[in-house]
């Protein structure tokens, strides 16, 4: 079945693509205002898109009413933030997180979740989190009613059981148990059932076809 994207109004499509778009990972991301008060929201628009510079991105659409989400303005006003990363074992603190609070009020404390400082941004990480990227704003991209927000990472928190070797920059990722976000308001998937399926090289796939 053919969806004529320039025919449908923004919900059909944004149904469209949260369904079959999947699964994408999600980004907790941790904020302050000019004043020092923290705010954390979860966003599954969200992907890495480069190394060098490292670069994330997160679509930060606005509040139903038309103003920004605290995120997109703490961002906007400290150019500052962090993104933790959600293992399977702090999903519902990270659903308690996305709930619509009123500005000022700290989701983090809601969900009964700790902090701990960063090292090179003034926004904390989430303490429990297994992983937390500190960023700075690299770009701003207005796309529509969203704002695609570039981050650079200045520095990532894994924790010391989920590295396999420091030197190496090898991370046992399986042990990191993060989970993704799938279709409708409330499905998730766990990074539990996982295939291996290696490259191969041109050479290789000639062997295979000869």
């Known amino acids: 079945m053919l969806f004529d994207f320039e025919t449908l109004p923004a919900a059909d499509r944004y149904k469209l693509l949260v ?45 139903p009413a038309g103003a920004l989400k605290d995120t997109l303005a703490n961002i906007k006003a400290t ?4 993104v933790c990363l959600v293992p399977q074992r702090l999903m519902q603190q990270m659903v308690v997180t996305a709930a619509d609070f009123p500005p000022g009020q700290d989701e983090l404390a809601e969900a009964g979740l700790a902090t701990a400082p960063s090292s090179k941004v003034k926004p904390p990480r989430i303490a429990e989190s297994p992983v937390a990227l500190e960023c700075e704003i690299f770009q701003l991209v207005p796309a529509g009613h969203h704002t695609i927000v570039l981050g650079k990472v200045l520095a990532m928190h894994v924790v010391d059981e989920a590295v396999e070797n420091e030197a190496k920059r090898y991370i046992d990722t399986p042990k990191l148990d993060l989970v993704g976000r799938m279709h409708g308001r409330g499905w998730y998937t766990r990074t539990t059932d996982r295939v291996e399926v290696p490259r191969i090289t041109p050479e290789q796939w000639a062997a295979r076809k000869g």
């Open 19 to 63: 369904s079959t778009i999947v699964p994408r990972p999600i980004a907790w991301v941790v904020t302050q205002d000019g004043a020092g008060v923290t705010n954390a929201a979860p966003y599954s628009f969200f992907n890495a898109f480069g190394d060098d510079p490292a670069v994330v991105g997160i679509g930060c659409g606005p509040r």
């Open 79 to 82: 150019s500052q933030f962090t």
